[in-house]
């Protein structure tokens, strides 16, 4: 987005909407903020014919379909995310990561490796920092790690990382997006836009087919995954490239079949395209003790162990945690379902649960389609699952936290579920 303009309009007043007005202020720009809370539904519209406004910035909880995106649209102004405002203020290099799962940790491994490197890196974008912010602190880094939402790409006109990278393509997000097309759609922008140079495009074989188009203007392509086709190749802890080894994280946090097909296979990718070593990526995993509510491990009561595994908001995010649990495993699940097809996560809960309790809205939906297929109980609230869960559980068994919802039916966010859920199993431990 081009400097030099006198008035913008941003919408919401959120962690983002906040950053993008501090930078755009900072730039002696004139900056209205229109939020949800404080303004009615025809405020902007309003605005817009009263006043001139040269951009329009969007936080990511408003989608295009919003009534204030169709005002601006109507209206003739120009839009972008606040993602491509902070980007569009940085000269340096860019890696951005989306994904339907695995982003977080994604980046955060990126960051650390790069910096071990002894490189100045800003570590940000759908990962606390808005690019906004990173404009204003970290202008003159080496490196940006940006995590990049489907909410953010919705709205980027310009954006072109250095290195785009798609970790995964699961269903997620269909409330707002409306079917599968328009989401794989929008998770191809992390690679650029028609006539901006992407240096390289990091992305899973399996979908080769579907996305090869999108990626003509590419410099290089690296393909990842488990299969010998791929160029970037996960297997055991290790990751290959044809015959070469080119990362060792066994042992590590990211050692598990998940983290090996998306996170350990594009991050090797990345490290290549950056043009270092290994070594300081290996030291990075080794020392990686993972983010909150993501697959963490809470606590070993009498064998049973607990892990909070909240940030699984999607049912392909359930299916890996459940996937990289090595005992048999008592699921706890449930909230605000995003999609209306159960059948994919079927087989593996099939294989991996020994009995399933579900809570919240989506629990009878839960219990009518897996309910079958193994020993379901359905509960009114978490803590009433839980509860059940810790008297079944035995030696060896997992009590998995992995709702594959939304939180926002009993909990403000999925942190407040994931807090709640590690307080009861610290008393159950105090109890015991």
């Known amino acids: 987005m081009k400097r030099g303009i006198e008035s913008a309009i941003v919408l919401g007043a959120g962690l983002s909407g906040r950053a993008a007005e501090a930078l755009l202020q900072s730039e002696d720009v004139d900056v209205v903020v229109v939020d949800e809370r404080t303004h009615d539904g025809d405020a902007v519209e309003r605005l817009c014919r009263e006043r001139l406004f040269e951009l329009g910035v969007v936080s990511p909880g408003f989608s295009l379909q919003h009534p204030w995106l169709v005002a601006l649209r109507e209206a003739g102004v120009a839009y972008c995310s606040e993602l491509e405002l902070g980007w569009s203020r940085y000269a340096g ?9 695995g982003k977080s940790s994604t980046v955060k491994w990126l960051a650390d490796g790069l910096k071990k490197c002894g490189f100045e890196v800003g570590l940000g974008g759908n990962y606390g920092v808005p690019a906004s912010t990173l404009a204003r602190t970290h202008s003159r880094a080496d490196w940006w790690v940006l995590e990049v939402s ?41 690679f650029g836009s028609k006539g901006n140079a992407l240096k390289r495009a990091v992305l899973p074989w399996e979908w080769r087919d579907l996305y090869a188009a999108t990626l003509d203007g590419v410099e290089d392509v690296a393909w990842v995954g488990t299969g010998i086709e791929a160029d970037y190749r996960a297997q055991e802890g290790r990751v290959w490239c044809g015959e070469r080894l080119v990362l060792d994280v066994r042992g590590s946090y990211f050692d598990a079949p998940h983290w090996m097909a998306s996170s350990a296979v594009a991050v090797a990718a990345v490290m290549e395209a950056v043009g270092v070593g290994r070594e300081a990526f290996e030291e990075a995993a080794q020392q990686f003790e993972g983010l909150a509510h993501r697959f963490e491990r809470v606590e070993c009561v009498n064998g049973v162990e607990f ?16 996937a990289s649990c090595r005992g048999g495993v008592r699921l706890l699940a449930g909230g605000v379902l995003k999609e209306s097809d159960l059948s994919f996560v079927k087989e593996i809960l099939a294989e991996k649960v020994l009995r399933l309790y579900v809570f919240g809205n989506a629990a009878s939906i839960m219990e009518r389609e897996w309910g079958r297929e193994m020993a ?10 839980f509860d059940e869960a810790c008297c079944e559980a035995l030696e060896g068994e997992v009590v998995l936290l992995s709702p594959g919802c939304a939180s926002f039916d009993q909990f403000k966010s999925f942190e407040e579920r994931g807090d709640r859920f590690k307080t009861l199993v610290s008393r159950w431990s105090e109890g015991r």
Do not use: W
């Open 93 to 101: 290099r860019t890696v951005a990561v989306t994904g339907s799962n």
């Open 150 to 190: 489907s909410f953010q790409l919705e709205t980027v006109v310009d954006f072109t990382p250095e290195v785009g990278v798609l970790l995964n393509v699961r269903p997620n997000h269909l409330d707002r997006h409306g079917d599968m097309e328009t989401y794989v759609r929008t998770k191809e922008r992390i």
């Open 307 to 322: 892990i909070n595994d909240s940030k699984a908001t999607n049912l392909a995010a359930m299916a890996a945690a459940v």
């Open 376 to 385: 379901c109980a359905s509960f009114g609230s978490m803590k009433d699952a």
